[in-house]
Every structure is written in structure tokens, then in C-alpha cells.
């Protein structure tokens, strides 16, 4: 068996622990004689493990008590129609646009409502964070969206935006659990969990609990109401339950890593390694404006089509999978989420420089 650096943006790059651990326990879960996958959501055993994900997930992020924790499906995209369905009561909303994601949720919520882009960084290719320290949010508006990390363009927001007092929603399916965060500025955290936490199928959404009400838009289905997941404490129906379970393994593997202020040291590092070098390259050229750097998803180019082709060829000749840049981009991206180990962005800039050298 030999296991390859994985930079792909999404599904990700798994910790090698969990990973095994969840071999062992695939023929016989605990003494139960089945694989998580066959038993009923119902059992004690499923029981036992999503509750102990969801509070493996409030320890790491240190959720307030008035906060739902929901396991959803229907990924990251789902979340674009449910949340102006559960929220837009004015039918308003302020959309900030630094992204492919965020134009996608901005244009499935101008279904349900007038949808305000209120700042936009689509002049540049998306290659910053506009200033959002003082924009002209609507007086109406019934909340204000993010998506923090910007998973294609390689940009994150490193402060907030002023919302003016207005809900806060935050997409952050390739930055969720990267750093510590302040749970309370945001009305609503999600995200899809194959980037950073677990595999396809799985959407978290983290909500206060007063925005969680029967008062939704006319025809809301009862599968797309966030009341339903949140009384039926995400047993509505059949969850993905075998996602969760990998998701609750990851908690913990995050935990046993010092948490998320140790896990923001160690991508601070990492991070560190690759733009240093991008810095330094002749060759080689970050897109990204330095002060808006994501820690999880790093873009580059060479300026050159046939030169990146080549790279991204050769890397994968030499273990190194998954480097190509998003067709809208171009060039190669680095996707250096939680369980890459500093090992694999080590033998990509050692890669990077003999490539270089030999290209020159
Ligand atoms: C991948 C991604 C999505 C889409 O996720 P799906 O689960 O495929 O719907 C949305 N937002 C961001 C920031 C992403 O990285």
C-alpha cells in the first residue's frame, strides 16, 4: 500500500489515523458484530455516536449552549435555497461576492428575494477581500453572507465584516475547524465536511437558536426547514450515518492534536512553508493578495500554460496528486487542509525548487 500527497481541493485528504481506525471497526463496531453502515440510526450504538460528535464538535469550537449543532445532507450547495427559505421574513438579503460559491448562493436566494451584492471582489478574479469595514448594508436586509474561505480563489477573510448589527452567515466548508473561532458573531456557521472534516454527504450548520422557527417562506418543504433537523436533534429521518461516524472520529483526532489553537499553529506553519517560497520563486507566483491568504487552499501559476501542465503532470509522476488549479483560475492550487501533515508541503516546495531548476 503506499498513500500520496493529496492536495485536492475537495473531497480532501483524510488523517491517516482516523482512516485506520475506521478499517478496524468496519466488520465489528464496538462488540456490535456490524459495520456502522448497517445499523439502525436509531440503535444505542448510533446514538451514543452522534451525540458524542456533536459534543467532540462544541468542545473544539466552544459553541454556546444557545447554538444548534445539525447534521445535514444534501451538501453546501442545499444550504444556498434553505437558508433565504428559513430566513428572508423581509425577503432581503446582503450578499458579499469574493467568489465563485458566494455568486452561487447569491443567485439561488434571488429566487426567494431581493438579494443586495453589497461589495465584490469579481474585478480582480476574486484575488482579494474588499474592504467590508463600513458597506452599505440594507436596512431590511434579514442577514448579511459570507463565504470565508474561498476555496477556488485561495482568499479568506481575516476580520469579519461590520454587518451593522444585521445576522451574519458564513460559508466556511474549506476553513471549518482550521483556527479557533467566535461562534457568537454569526447567526449561522456551515459547511460541507468533504474539504476539512469528513466525507461527501455531510453538511454542518451551527444556528442560534431564536433564528430557528416555523415562520419559513411559503412551501418550504419540511426537509428543508431547519426546525425540523433541529427538534429531531438531526434524526428527522435517516441521517448519513456513516459520515457522521467519520466525522466524530476526526473531532477527536482534532482534540488529540491540542484542539484548534494548536491546529492553527500547525496550518500557520505549513501555510508558511509554501508562500515563502512562492515568494522567493522566479518561477513560480502565488495569485493572492498577502494580507486575504488562505491557509487551506493556495493557488499559483507559472505564467505559462504549458509549463503549469507539465508541473502538475510531474508532480503526479512524483506523488504529489491533485495540483491542478481550478479551470477559472488556472495554473495549480494546493489545497493544505488539516490532516495535510507538514511532511507533504515540505516534498511539494523540495518539488517546486528541483522543477524550477530544471525549467529554467
Ligand atoms: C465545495 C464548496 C461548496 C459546495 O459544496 P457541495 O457540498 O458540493 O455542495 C460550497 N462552498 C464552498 C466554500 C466550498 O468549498
Redesign the pocket.
Known amino acids: 500500500m503506499s498513500r500520496v500527497y493529496n492536495f485536492s481541493?475537495?473531497p480532501a485528504v483524510l488523517p491517516e489515523e482516523v482512516l485506520k481506525e475506521a478499517a478496524a471497526e468496519m466488520l465489528d463496531y464496538n462488540g456490535t458484530g456490524m459495520s456502522v453502515m448497517e445499523m439502525s440510526h436509531r440503535s444505542k450504538a448510533f446514538e451514543e455516536i452522534i451525540n458524542s460528535a456533536e459534543q467532540d464538535l462544541r468542545d473544539l469550537m466552544n459553541i454556546p449552549d444557545n447554538y444548534k449543532v445539525l447534521f445535514m445532507q444534501g451538501?453546501?450547495?442545499?444550504q444556498f435555497a434553505m437558508i433565504p427559505m428559513n430566513f428572508m421574513k423581509n425577503r432581503v438579503a446582503d450578499y458579499i461576492i469574493t467568489g465563485q460559491?458566494a455568486k452561487k448562493a447569491a443567485k439561488e436566494a434571488e429566487k426567494y428575494g431581493k438579494v443586495n451584492r453589497i461589495a465584490s471582489s469579481e474585478d480582480q478574479t476574486f484575488s482579494y477581500i474588499p474592504d467590508c469595514s463600513d458597506l452599505p448594508v440594507s436596512e431590511d436586509a434579514d442577514y448579511v453572507y459570507i463565504?470565508e474561505?474561498?476555496?477556488i480563489y485561495g482568499t479568506k477573510f481575516k476580520e469579519l465584516p461590520n454587518t451593522k448589527g444585521k445576522t451574519l452567515i458564513a460559508?466556511v466548508?474549506?476553513c471549518f475547524l482550521s483556527e479557533p473561532v467566535d461562534v457568537e458573531k454569526y447567526g449561522m456557521i456551515y459547511?460541507?465536511v468533504?474539504?476539512n472534516i469528513g466525507p461527501?454527504g455531510v453538511?454542518i450548520a451551527i444556528i442560534r437558536e431564536d433564528l430557528i422557527t416555523e415562520d419559513v417562506l411559503e412551501g418550504t418543504p419540511t426537509m428543508l426547514t431547519y426546525k425540523t433537523h433541529a427538534d429531531a436533534k438531526s434524526l428527522y429521518n435517516t441521517p448519513p450515518a456513516y459520515g457522521i461516524y467519520i466525522c466524530g472520529k476526526v473531532f477527536k483526532w482534532l482534540k488529540a492534536q491540542g484542539g484548534l489553537a494548536a491546529i492553527k499553529e500547525k496550518n500557520e506553519k505549513k501555510a508558511k512553508v509554501l508562500y515563502d517560497f512562492l515568494d522567493q520563486s522566479k518561477m513560480f507566483k502565488g495569485t493572492v493578495v498577502k494580507k486575504d491568504r488562505s491557509l487551506m487552499n493556495v493557488p499559483f501559476v507559472t505564467g505559462d500554460a504549458d509549463l503549469d501542465a507539465k508541473f502538475v503532470k510531474e508532480a503526479k509522476e512524483a506523488g504529489l496528486e491533485n495540483l491542478k488549479g481550478h479551470r477559472s483560475v488556472g495554473g495549480m492550487r494546493a489545497s493544505i487542509y488539516n490532516a495535510m501533515p507538514y511532511e507533504g508541503v515540505v516534498a511539494l516546495v523540495e518539488f517546486m525548487k528541483k522543477f524550477e531548476e530544471e525549467n529554467a
Open positions: 481541493a475537495g451538501g453546501a450547495s442545499q460559491w463565504c474561505n474561498n476555496t460559508d466548508s474549506s459547511g460541507g468533504q474539504k461527501a453538511v
